[in-house]
């Protein structure tokens, strides 16, 4: 492998720029998220580093190339000993094994022996969605505020989220020229995966965009964020957090509500109403049905609980 290599001008030090490329072709072509490429340089970083420590000297790119199943399962081990959990290691299997499809793509090595490593087996966590009146209630106490252009601009985001079930990240990346209007009820997001999809705006939410623009102090021009901090830069996720935590104080909401549960309370609400799941796949965004499919459970467990209310016999 080391005299191949060589024939191709692939020197060791090549390695950190194989996988800066990799990264860079994922943003590109993939749309990774700013987050993923944040970890799978890290997962990355780490691999390496730990190849490094094995063979006592700097890994390079035959390295890399000629492991096998028995040493990645060695750092997989290593990875557990030092406390990731089975959602992390995945994540690391998953970038390890895009990496290796890379440079077998671009014919540079030919390692299959990653793939036959098994996931590690992820627990499925289910989505807690807020009840109806909670949901009704976290926007109710958002609008007692209606003068605050700050109260008014969370409360419009709190409303995408739940309104329209789009992630924080898809709120907030709307230009000002992105906003609905009544006559424009619809809004086209730029998913995960540069994957595009048509989401419809209630007139609700309409209505109180419109108020946070009329009241927002700072020029909102066509190619500005539609929403903007309390210094007029783009706002950040973290002040939006801030605002349901504070409403958890105030209302009483469980710490799982959270922004992201906005909106897996619109799915969950939608389908509880008899919304097609195929439907809810497409508001959503999501790539696979089976991953719409995780709020059948929810609602299931929902339905459980209402008929061990009610039957007669329900709970013993």
């Not at 927002?216 to 539609?226: A, D, G, N, V």
Request: charged share 25%; with cysteine; aromatic share 6%.
């Amino acid at each position: 492998m080391t005299d191949q290599l060589a024939e191709r001008g692939i020197a060791a030090a090549d390695l950190a720029v194989l996988v800066a490329d990799w990264l860079s072709r994922l943003e590109v072509e993939r749309g990774a998220t700013d987050a993923t490429l944040v970890a799978y340089r890290r997962d990355m970083d780490r691999f390496v580093g730990w190849l490094a420590s094995e063979l006592r000297r700097p890994a390079s790119l035959a390295d890399v190339s000629g492991l096998d199943m028995r040493a990645f399962r060695r750092f997989m081990a290593a990875r557990r000993r030092e406390g990731l959990d089975s959602r992390s290691l995945a994540r690391t299997m998953s970038a390890l094994r895009g990496f290796y499809r890379f440079l077998e793509k671009e014919e540079i090595a030919a390692t299959r022996a990653i793939f036959s490593v098994a996931m590690p087996k992820v627990p499925r966590g289910v989505p807690k969605p807020l009840t109806r009146d909670k949901a009704a209630a976290l926007v109710e106490d958002t609008m007692e505020t209606r003068l605050d252009w700050i109260a008014a601009r969370d409360m419009a985001v709190l409303l995408l989220l739940y309104g329209s079930g789009l992630r924080i990240s898809e709120a907030l990346g709307l230009r000002t020229r992105d906003a609905p209007t009544p006559a424009r009820d619809m809004l086209v997001i730029d998913g995960k995966g540069g994957k595009q999809r048509l989401v419809p705006v209630l007139p609700v939410t309409v209505e109180a965009i419109a108020r946070y623009r009329r009241l927002c102090p700072y020029p909102l021009s066509p190619e500005t964020p539609l929403f903007l901090g309390a210094k007029g830069g783009p706002l950040s996720p973290r002040i939006i957090q801030l605002a349901m935590a504070r409403a958890r104080d105030t209302l009483g909401l469980p710490e799982t509500a959270t922004p992201h549960a906005l909106r897996h309370s619109f799915a969950t609400h939608l389908l509880s109403a008899g919304a097609d799941l195929r439907q809810i796949q497409e508001l959503l965004g999501h790539a696979s049905l089976s991953t719409t499919q995780i709020y059948t459970e929810v609602d299931r467990e929902r339905l459980l609980r209402v008929y061990d209310a009610a039957h007669p016999r329900g709970g013993t």
